[in-house]
């Protein structure tokens, strides 16, 4: 084989490796070998969390474009989305980065928004919402699990020893319990008594759980207050009714309280009686004397009395006679 032929050969191996090379590279990143036609709309981020050029666009989980470019724009990571011609985004769709798997890398990751809402125009930007990553969960995964580290320790130092070397609750429970040792046998010496009593119907309590006669002795008492207490709401309720019956002018009591007339009438009463009594307490007034003059109780007294004796001589004379004695006595 001559240099020319060597020649050839290590040149046509090479065109076929840079074209397998140029054939793999769009496989992976365009999806295809031809360039597509499409626009450019930018998402800001707070951070990018390693996107990359060439990472995927989705929307609804299907490929709709690439990560064209990435950079930093007014404090803030930006990335040119490159969309495939004929996809529209709408403009209320919201762009997150999305991770492919544990180890996958990321991509961008669109909903579909809603249909009445207008395009996403080329060059225009998108609503973006930052979402935790994983370096971020695990770390605050490591903080609750050192939040649950420490509560357990502070668990152990309150139930077994403290940090100084003190009891800790359980031995200060063990303390409690054999200082009381004694208390606590005789207490259950008499827990032990008093169930005894119970099972055996002594007591109270113990006929109230083993005597039928007193148990049903209970529950007739219970009856008749619940009897008692009806009868008691009965009475509230027709008091009730008696005071709206009154507020609102029936009867007797509700006429006197509310009718004008009979309130009218009753001072009326009261001022007639005032009068009487005025009169009768007036010593000028007959009444008053009758009941203030001590001469005039006198004279009707005498004058009594000489009726008394003229009915008495004239029982003992004849018709006309008596007239004349009872005339001789009162006059």
């Given at each position: 084989m001559n240099q020319t032929q060597m020649t050839a050969r290590v040149g046509l191996f090479f065109v076929v490796g840079v074209a397998l090379i140029w054939i793999a590279w769009q496989a992976l990143h365009d999806g295809g070998f031809s360039q597509k036609k499409g626009y450019q709309v930018t998402a800001t981020f707070a951070s990018l969390r390693e996107l990359k050029p060439g990472d995927a666009v989705r929307m609804a989980g299907v490929p709709i474009g690439r990560v064209e470019s990435v950079g930093l724009?007014?404090?803030?990571?930006?990335?040119?989305?490159?969309?495939?011609?004929?996809?529209?985004?709408?403009?209320?769709?919201t762009a997150t980065i999305a991770m492919s798997g544990l180890i996958g890398s990321n991509y961008i990751s669109l909903d579909l928004g809603t249909p009445a809402a207008a395009p996403v125009p080329a060059g225009g930007s998108l609503r973006t919402k930052d979402t935790p990553d994983l370096n971020q969960i695990m770390s605050e995964f490591g903080?609750?699990?050192?939040?649950?580290?420490?509560?357990?320790?502070?668990?152990?130092?309150a139930l077994g020893s403290g940090a100084e070397g003190g009891g800790g609750l359980i031995k200060t429970i063990e303390g409690m319990v054999n200082e009381n040792r004694d208390k606590l046998a005789h207490t259950m010496t008499n827990l032990e008594e008093v169930t005894a009593k119970l099972r055996n119907g002594e007591g109270t309590l113990g006929k109230l759980i083993n005597d039928p006669a007193a148990y049903d002795n209970l529950l007739a008492a219970v009856n008749e207050i619940k009897d008692a207490a009806s009868g008691a709401k009965n009475f509230m309720n027709d008091a009730q009714g008696l005071f709206s019956q009154v507020k609102s002018g029936q009867g007797t009591l509700g006429v006197l309280l509310y009718d004008e007339t009979a309130a009218e009438n009753i001072r009326t009463s009261v001022a007639n009686f005032r009068?009487?009594?005025?009169?009768?307490?007036?010593?000028?007034?007959?009444?008053?004397q009758l009941i203030t003059n001590d001469e005039l109780v006198r004279d009707v007294k005498l004058t009594l009395r000489k009726v008394d004796r003229a009915m008495d001589g004239a029982a003992d004379a004849g018709p006309i006679t008596a007239v004349g004695v009872m005339a001789g006595a009162l006059f």
């Open positions: 724009a007014r404090g803030r990571a930006q990335a040119v989305l490159f969309v495939n011609d004929g996809v529209s985004i709408a403009s209320d769709s903080g609750i699990g050192q939040d649950i580290k420490n509560t357990i320790g502070q668990i152990s130092g009068q009487l009594t005025e009169k009768l307490n007036n010593e000028n007034s007959t009444f008053g």
